[in-house]
Every structure is written in C-alpha cells, then in structure tokens.
C-alpha cells in the first residue's frame, strides 16, 4: 500500500508550510483582536476580518486555492484527497486558516455536493462564486427538535405549489448562517412523509435574502460565538423557492446527504490531526521550557509517557486516515464508508485527548486565551457529533463487520 505523495504536493506542502509562517501564525492575535474591536468599536463581531480578505489573493496568487476539490473542470488546481490530506492537516493547526485558502467547511462540502448534483445553471449560479471565494454558504439539516443522527428523522416539510416549493422548519447548528457573505442555504426536508423511509428527504437550494427566513440566535460552543463564522438557529416560515432550485429531484435528498458527508468527514478528520500536531508540538516546548521541582518537566516520566502515547496516536490516525482517502480515490466513497467512519471516530479523539495532555502542560496557561488549546479544545469536541456521533459511526462500522458473517 503506496501513500507517499505526489510530487506536486510535496511542492505545494512546502508552500503552504512557508505561507503559514509567514502569514498565518504571526497573526492568530490579530485576527482574533479584529473580531474583538469590531464587536467593540462597531457592535458587530460579525463582520467579515480585513485580515483574511488581504490574505486571500496572497494564497491564490501560490496556487494554495480550491485544493479540497478533485476532478472538477471547475477547479483544476482540486487535488486527490491522498494529496489533499497532508496540505488539510497543516491549514487545520490554525482554525480560521481554511478560509484564506477557500478550503473551509461548510462551504467544502456544499460545493462538492454542488459539483456532484447540481444542474449546470445551479452550477453558474452558485457553485462558481463560492469557488471564487466571493460568497460563502451553508448547510441545514440539523434539527432541535428531533434526534437528526439519524437524518431520517428531519421534520422540515419541502411541499410543492405549482412552480415553487414551500420550506416551513426549524433548524439548528448551521455553521456558516451568521456570516454576512452567506447567500445560499443547501436545506434538507422531506417532500413526502409517506414514501420509503429513504426516499422521503430532498434537498433544495434557498438563497439566504428569501423571504420567510429568520436567524433567531447564533449558538456559542462552549461560550466561544466563532464569529463571523457562528452556528445559527434558523426558522423557516412559508419560504418560496423556485421549483427548479431542487437539488438531483425530490426523493434524493438521503442520497445526497451521504455523497456529502463522505468529503465533509474526512476533511474535518484530517484538520483534526493537524490540530493534535500542533498541541503536541506547543506542549512539547513548554514542557522543555519548565521546571518543577529541580528538573525540567519533560524529564518527568508521566510527560514522556504522555508525549510518547501523542506521537503513536496520532501516527496511528494520520495512518488510518490516509487509507480512507486512497480507499476514496481509488474504489469510491461507498467502498470506504468503514474507514470514513471508522476515522471520523478514532480523529476526533485522539485530537480530544493530545489536547488535553497539553493544556495540562501548560497549567492554568492551558484553558486562557493567551494559547489556542483552550479554543481548539471547544472546536475539535463538537468534531464527536458534527457530521454524525461516534455512536453511529461505531454501530456502522460493527453492522459492516458483522455482514462479513453472516
């Protein structure tokens, strides 16, 4: 089994590393402060950060744009997700580094579900803009009211009334909804309760500015907004859309939901990594840099055996990861949906837990703001239920082992 990269990646992987030291880590505070001003000085933290605009030409002009996109004439810079992964794991070590390389969720998996099963027009309307970084979008399937692992459950009704359909719902944790540049919304409901259990979803294509739509709140993770970025709760109320913003046809919408999510995981899988690199790298040196007791910390056994535990987990993950994105390339996602689910649960925690070794290196330093643990501690535990809880994707993979016997 091959896994080295091509040698177009290793080239753009030394790029990307530069771009990061150049632009990217000098600048967490300052992105950060910017957020923090706006809200202070304008009373409005939602507003879109100059800093990741200015970046943005600087990484399309290094060809470190549209990466996360394979076998689009769209986007021919797209990468295979084996090369893609190495280049995902390194954007990942910063939270909002994704965005200046137009490679950030939501917008990843809504323009790879557009790719796959928009029309052309869909295409042209929205699929392009996002690929040019000049709108952002997302994704509404999460409800409140429902148990939506399991997205057969989704209530929102899609119902049609001549050359339109009406939406009435109420959705939740939709990342991306509080960002002004969001102008379109990929919404699942169901256009027929009574059909077959999996035929009852489709998903449809509502422009943000429709009438109808009301974004209630945006949800705090663990009392960070993540703005401009945020997770709403929206209600939809007699929201009208044009019979043709159907997505692929009415019934398709599970089907769809699958070729997404597919994309969406192991990206959010491979940004994990790099984010557990960076905590094991942060904790190393300030373990090297402290002194307890009259020894160095890093001398101490519990830490090296907790440094050790770090670098095999996250071999271990990267390794499983690679697997599923070669498995992706080479047979297709339906064929590596046990090693998509398998990462989605191994990635996240083993970040959860090399995040947390670290910030108990750093002390009462660990769950400040004057590091990124604490931030990225929030971020990454929502990885456990975003894009499905590690109870489905456990129960998927034990039903894939045990149809091997029966």
Known sequence: ?????????????????????????????????????NGAE???????????????PLAREQGLWNLFLPKSPRAPEGLSNLDYAPLCEIMGRVGWAPEVFNSSAPDTGNMETLERYASEDQKREWLEPL?????????????????????????????????????????????????????????????????????????????????????????????????PHGHCEILFENVRVPAANMLLGEGRGFEIA?????????????????????????????????????????????????????????????????????????????????????????APNVAQQVLDWAIQAHGAAGVSDDFPLAAQWAGNRTLRLADGPDEVHRSAVAKLELAKYA
């Open 258 to 346: 699958q070729g997404r999510l597919g994309p969406g995981r192991i990206h959010h899988c491979m940004r994990a990594i790099g984010v557990a690199e960076r905590a094991l790298e942060l904790m190393c040196r300030r373990l090297d840099s402290r002194v307890a007791f009259g020894r160095k910390i890093s001398e101490q056994g519990v830490w090296r055996e907790r440094i050790a535990e770090s670098r095999i987990q996250i071999d271990m993950a990267r390794l499983l990861t690679l697997k599923a994105a070669s498995m992706m390339d080479t047979v297709g996602n339906k064929k590596a949906q046990a090693e998509i689910a398998m990462i989605k649960v191994v």
């Open 131 to 227: 690929l040019r970084g000049e709108i952002r979008s997302a994704f509404a399937m999460t409800e409140p009211g429902v148990a939506s692992s399991d997205a057969t459950n989704i209530e929102t009704r899609i119902e049609r009334d001549g050359d339109h359909y009406v939406i009435n719902g109420h959705k939740w944790w939709i990342s991306g909804a509080g960002d002004p540049r969001c102008k379109i919304f990929i919404v699942m409901g169901k256009t027929d309760p009574t059909a077959a259990r999996h035929a009852q979803q489709s998903m449809i294509l509502v422009a943000a500015d429709t009438p109808g739509i009301t974004i209630k709140r945006p949800l705090p993770v663990f009392g960070y907004d993540d703005a």
């Open 1 to 37: 089994m091959d896994f080295d990269y091509s040698e177009r990646c290793k080239e753009l992987q030394a790029r990307l590393l530069a771009f990061m030291d150049e632009h990217i880590y000098p600048n967490e505070k300052a992105w950060k402060e910017e957020i923090d001003r």
């Open 42 to 56: 304008k009373g409005n933290r939602w507003i879109p950060t100059e800093l990741i605009e200015q970046l943005k």
